[in-house]
């Protein structure tokens, strides 16, 4: 059986929650294997709206889901979301829910680091949530890492807690803040210690037995490409590696599991957070597009910035990523207008790119050369084959195709989970 990988083609906020969950339905396993609570996916299933940002898509169906050990884990954050899902009637147990033992904790101090340094930055601000998912990497790169692995074993952190104060209390010290309480830290890990342990195992294990028993897989991307740490728009981007080839590593699994890359992108573009956006679009048309596509972060309620469809940053996706098909969604938003645009290429300094340069500066000032196309009047909402479409929606859908030199797999028009037109099924792979 193919295993599908689910990513963002943007900078995220692409509508990934919508397609994951259509596709958890069919899956025999879910895996999310990088990013923290940072990233949220909203999903729509008849009447009841769920709000993730940390557990993956596939619980809500009872699918079993995961958490690999590429993710950073707020164990509070956890909790909370767990108590609110099963207050809305979702069962989780050790059956159908796995944490990685060698994942990295997000801890207290790391999103009081995470606010200073934002603060303090001014007009360096990146742009972060603010819940420490930066900080926690950094400690994992540096060694320093508190994992789940270590709350069986609290009695033996003080080698550990060692080099995290000799880091983190030099820190503090700058900001003008005082020194990691240590005897307070090691109560709250006790506190929630055996709340997580319940559900800690050895998961590279356990999906070496599920692949080995045929069973589908399902890998969960957050955030999007543009905000990879290697590939997005450096500085402005997130603090791990959000391309497809991650799901290998931050699973435990290996490059061959990934399977059929599915890449989401709107049929617009959107951005959270600070960062250079070329097809950004800060009139009525921006606004437009902002409100009918209730552009707010599903984790922070922030406002998104919104503009045209940026071909030449999904097709840099794609390459990067290796993305076998492209899930295309909000495609009803862009009903209406008399005009659409795509944005084929750049001008940078009298020069034509047909990339997106690596340097913030250029980055900063490329400016959009784009398409023109009539656009449509008739409602896209809801259709859910190409017969459905108008002629000019499905001539928008081809242009994009062409110019991401990728193949459209799906499109969706509506958040519920059967208003998808679907060409080539990632599953049948």
């Known amino acids: 059986m193919a295993n599908v990988t689910v990513i963002g083609s943007q900078w995220g906020d692409e509508g990934k929650g919508k397609i994951v969950d259509w596709l958890a339905s069919r899956a025999d396993a879910v895996v999310r294997f990088q990013g923290g609570h940072n990233a949220g996916h909203t999903l729509v299933v008849g009447e009841q709206v769920y709000k993730l940002s940390l557990l993956p898509s596939g619980i ?21 979301e767990i108590t609110k899902l099963r207050g809305q009637g979702v069962e989780i147990n050790a059956d159908n829910f796995a944490i990685a033992d060698n994942c990295a904790l997000i801890l207290p101090f790391h999103r009081d680091l995470d606010g200073l340094r934002e603060t303090a930055a001014g007009a360096g601000k990146i742009g972060t949530t603010g819940r420490g998912i930066g ?53 709250d890990l006790k506190e929630i210690a055996d709340y997580v342990l319940e559900y800690a195992q050895p998961v590279w294990k356990r999906l070496k037995k599920v692949r080995k028993a045929g069973a589908r897989i399902l890998f ?38 990934v399977g059929f890359v599915l ?15 070329p097809t950004e679009l800060d009139d009525e048309t921006g606004q437009r597009l902002g409100e009918r596509g209730h552009e707010f972060g599903t984790v922070t309620g922030r406002k998104r910035r919104c503009g045209w469809f940026d071909a030449v940053l999904v097709r840099q996706s794609c390459a990067v990523s290796g993305v076998t098909g492209i899930a295309l969604t909000k495609l009803d938003v862009l009903d209406g207008f008399d005009k659409v645009r795509i944005c084929t290429g750049y001008r940078l300094r009298g020069k034509i790119l047909d990339y997106f340069p690596a340097h913030a500066a250029d ?36 242009r994009v195709q062409e110019l991401i030199e990728t193949p459209i797999a799906l499109v969706s028009t509506s958040p519920e989970r059967e208003d998808t037109i679907l060409i080539r099924d990632p599953f049948s792979d």
């Open 60 to 80: 809500v169906t009872g699918t079993l889901s995961i958490i690999g050990n590429g993710v950073v884990l707020d164990p509070w954050a956890l909790r909370d």
């Open 135 to 187: 900080p926690a990497y950094e400690d994992k790169v540096g060694r320093r890492a508190i994992r789940v692995c270590d709350l069986a074993h609290l009695d033996k952190l003080e080698p550990q807690l060692d080099r995290l104060t000799a880091h983190h209390d030099a820190l503090r010290a700058g900001f003008g803040e005082p020194p990691i309480d240590r005897e307070r830290l090691v109560a």
């Open 220 to 257: 969960e991307g957050a955030q999007g490409v543009l905000l990879d740490i290697d590939h997005g728009t450096y500085p402005f981007v997130t603090s791990s590696n959000t391309v497809s080839g991650t799901a290998a590593a931050g699973s435990g699994l290996g490059p061959s599991a």
């Open 263 to 277: 890449g989401i992108a709107k049929a617009y573009t959107t951005r959270v957070g600070s960062g250079p956006f």
């Open 363 to 398: 980055q900063a000032e490329v400016e959009p050369i784009y398409e023109e196309m009539d656009g449509w009047h008739e409602s896209t909402a809801g259709a859910r084959s190409y017969a459905d479409l108008p002629a000019q929606a499905i001539k928008y859908i081809q």
